[in-house]
């Protein structure tokens, strides 16, 4: 296993853990004091546990062996598992939660007990937080430097990428929901709550929204990412068997990538010697980059501009 996908698993796990806990004391909390902003958060608990428990099949999944109907592996399913997982979390966490909000706008009832729904979400909140600090710490290893919000745009990793995306929307739910309790408790106005519950569900609706367009580019297919590409470029030009890259085409697959390149080679006093001139240069791309699966290197001319 790639420390890539080592780093993904430890993220998922951080936040199943942190999130089983948190939906059954959010259960046991909404059904003792009848709060509709703590069981829309109950629900968006449940939906990302098995949110988590998708993106672990994918990854179990990824790692099959190439065949005769796959020959280029398994790598690429992580990105369907993704996109089921933004579905989810866009339907049973977000819909849901805008539903039971509407449902307590037209029938509001009081809550009973807030003090015990404020402090299951105060709990939920650190347990939240430690997922979340969890699922930063694996971005920071790949993240190269980069502001989260350029990371989250440019990374080609779809379970990661899901499993931030659900703790700052869990995070931020869970605070939105603090805060319409306490409303609702204050004032004595249940309306706090309803509005609380849609809150949430939007949130998570805005969330899944941004997952799926990630993970579309993904499935559509994307090269690999900027700085990446930049370096392969660089580095094949730097070879002294290439006079210079005329084309090159990167493409991810999952953990894998496959690398395309045209190129002007450097004259060679026979074709054995050139194709052995390609062969250096292919390996070394390779032990440069071991997600390089494919090198598929195509020697080739300039051409004139007419």
Known sequence: ???????STKAIFYALGANG???????????????????????????????QIFLLIGLREAKKPADEFHPMGYNRVVYFWAMMVALLLFFVGGAFSVMEGISHL?????????????????ISVLLEGFSLRGAMKEIRKVAGGKPFLRWFRETRQSELLVVAGEDIAALAGLCIAFIAVLLTMVTGN???????SIAVGVLLMVVAVMITHEVKAMITGESA???IRRAIRSHIEGR???EKVLHLITLQWGES????VQAKMRSQQSDAMLVDAINRVE?????RWPQVRWCFFEPDVEKSAT
């Open 1 to 7: 296993m790639s420390s890539h996908s080592e780093g």
């Open 21 to 51: 806990g948190i939906a059954v004391s959010k259960f046991a909390a909404a059904l003792y004091t009848g709060s509709g902003a703590m069981l829309a958060e109950a629900i968006h608990s449940l939906a990302d546990c098995t949110n």
């Open 257 to 260: 990538l496959m690398v395309a």
């Open 240 to 242: 002294p068997e290439v």
């Open 190 to 196: 249940p309306l706090w709550d309803a509005c609380g």
């Open 106 to 122: 037209r029938h509001p009832g009081p809550i009973s007990n807030p003090y015990v729904a404020l402090a299951v979400l105060g």
């Open 283 to 287: 390996e070394d791309i390779q032990r």
């Open 225 to 227: 990412a900027p700085e």
